[in-house]
């Protein structure tokens, strides 16, 4: 399915549920299309959509496996999400990834109700890790397709580099905190790490935190985007680059 056209299904679907937006409506939108890179190879591809309007978001987002890595291993994930937004800040509603579309397809759908996730519901259904977090007590979390767009949409300068954000997947929570640092030639940059915090074995914990650094391009009108993310990896050195 076309990603255009699965964005508006997901926008239908907020409607569906009773998300009536308030009219005049101005909606916005952002699409963006990054490769990530692991030693200089390219290994995947990054895709998101995302619409905005009154106080609603939704968005769609896939990554695949890209190049030789391909090759060794076709991975593909598939993710809508929407929800509230308010000041910048996402408040996820319904969440479904679908890994590996197809025959052999699994897919878990986690809803959110005042902030609080439920329990992943799995099809096929299989048992969770014994390692998983209570998702009762991740109030204030977000999905991480939520994560994902809200780091690299197209946002207004002054949100930049803000803020640390809770993620929770359905059994592991962690958090992605961001701050300003200097760029090169006075442009705006971040620092930031994403950090593991709970519902990973002990050989994942051996390595919690990945530091990385994000660089913008302004866009126009106060608003910036992010061009490009160095970060440290369990693979060695990534990045990830818009194109």
């Known amino acids: 399915m076309p990603l255009r056209r699965s964005l508006i299904l997901a926008s239908l679907a907020c409607l569906a549920a009773g998300q009536v937006l308030a009219a005049p409506t101005q909606e916005r ?13 390219r290994v995947g591809v990054l ?62 759908t986690i809803t959110f109700a005042n902030g609080v996730p439920s329990a992943p519901v799995q099809v096929p259904k299989h048992e969770l890790s014994s ?25 207004p300068v002054v949100e930049a580099c803000k803020g640390s954000t809770v993620i929770y997947d359905g059994v592991r929570r962690a958090r992605l905190t961001l701050w300003p640092a200097d760029g090169p030639d006075g442009t705006l940059a971040c620092g930031g790490e994403y950090r593991r ?3 990973y074995s002990a050989d994942d914990m051996k390595h919690p935190v990945f530091p990385f650094r994000m660089s913008y391009d302004r866009t126009g009108g106060g608003k910036v985007e992010v061009k490009e993310i160095d970060m440290s990896s369990i693979y060695g050195a990534a990045s990830l680059k818009r194109r």
């Open 197 to 199: 915090v709970a519902g």
């Open 131 to 155: 390692l998983a977090v209570n998702p009762a007590k991740q109030v204030g979390s977000v999905d991480t397709l939520t994560a994902i767009y809200a780091t690299l949409r197209k946002m």
């Open 29 to 41: 939108r952002d699409e963006a299309v990054y490769d990530f890179y692991v030693k200089g190879f």
């Open 47 to 108: 895709v998101f959509a995302g619409v905005e309007a009154g106080d609603y978001y939704a968005v769609n987002g896939r990554f695949r496996s890209a190049g030789l890595a391909a090759l060794v291993r076709h991975v593909e994930y598939d993710a809508t999400v929407s929800g509230t937004v308010k000041g910048g800040r996402f408040r996820p509603e319904r969440y479904v990834l679908t890994t590996n579309p197809g025959r052999h397809q699994k897919v878990q």
